[in-house]
């Protein structure tokens, strides 16, 4: 078992009503399967403020320890997950 760090940032706090928690994942777990049990676990309305509803992709970037990772990356015990949305403006 690992223990992860998931940081919330925007919107997805109020969501969430916290900006950070810890979890406890299995071994081998991607950041993938981390999301998928966050929309599992979470009321829906988590799930449709990371994700476009239409097209099912992620609305939000996914760092782990600082940097983008991607879907398939492994988590490691220690490891910090944050959800950001991007910026955009004019």
């Excluded at 928690?21 to 979470?42: A, F, P, Q």
Aim: net charge positive; hydrophobic share 35%.
């Amino acid at each position: 078992m690992a223990k992860i760090k998931v940081i919330y940032t925007g919107y997805l706090i109020k969501v969430r009503k916290k900006q950070q928690e810890t979890y406890t994942i299995e071994e081998g777990w991607t950041v993938k399967d981390l999301i998928n049990r966050l929309c599992t676990k979470h009321n829906s309305e988590f799930k449709y403020t990371i994700f476009n509803q239409k097209t099912n992709k992620l609305l939000v970037i996914v760092l782990v320890n600082g940097r983008v990772a991607e879907p398939d990356e492994n988590l490691m015990d220690g490891d910090t997950v944050t959800f950001v949305f991007p910026y955009s403006g004019g």
